[in-house]
């Protein structure tokens, strides 16, 4: 298996792509984070707003481009044939499919981190001036913070295992981009509570990203960490998916 790791590690860090990305999506979420404190405000009677999760609503966009990179990762071998030397060296698929997500979750991890502490960074930074309080040392901050870069390596598993179902970069980015962005959007529209609650309390982002509030968490749906674990579920899922397409299926 350490060679199975290696191999892999050595495709992922030696491609120009994946660490473009990476270095996108830290960019990208603190970058968005911060518009969204500096544009924070309240009406003249007065509000109170949630500092962490408009602190972190970057991770809203950085998701995206970690989903690139996780179906970029398997498709791209897809695409130019190599996944059938990768195949011929390992004959165990499900140490290939292993490896992949090793290799992936670390750097995404990592990134993820930097985004993340970046961006409370910048709130503890901007929002005082726009007369909130940001605590960094809050447990319920920290709690939306680590949850955070979970929630991004997650969805890079989710898209991994996605990615190696439909073995086409277009089909897997469109699916796991609609399964992230399109559940939201019918949370919106939907008219029955009840229905609409449901789907807050199954969708993967809904209820991955309700991790990251630090007010009204007995209003909310589902459980901050009971949301990430719906999430964990949807990843998991598509990892078996993927596993058992990648044994059954020819390369």
Known sequence: MTRVLHAEWTKLRTV??????????????????????????????GCVIDAAKTSLTGVLLGQAVVAVLAVVVVAGEYGDGTIRATLTAVPRRGAVLAAKAVTLTGPVLLAGLVAVAGSLAVGRAVLPGRGFALDLTDAATLRAGAGSVLYLALVALLALGVATVVRNAAGGIGIVLGMLYLFPVLTEVVTDPRWERRLRQIAPSTAGQAVQTTLGVDTLPIGPWQGLGVLALWAAGALLAGWLVLRLRDA
């Open 16 to 45: 120009g792509g994946p660490v473009g990305l990476l270095i996108g999506a830290i960019v990208l979420t603190v970058a968005l984070g911060w518009l969204a404190a500096s544009a924070a405000g309240c009406p003249p009677g």
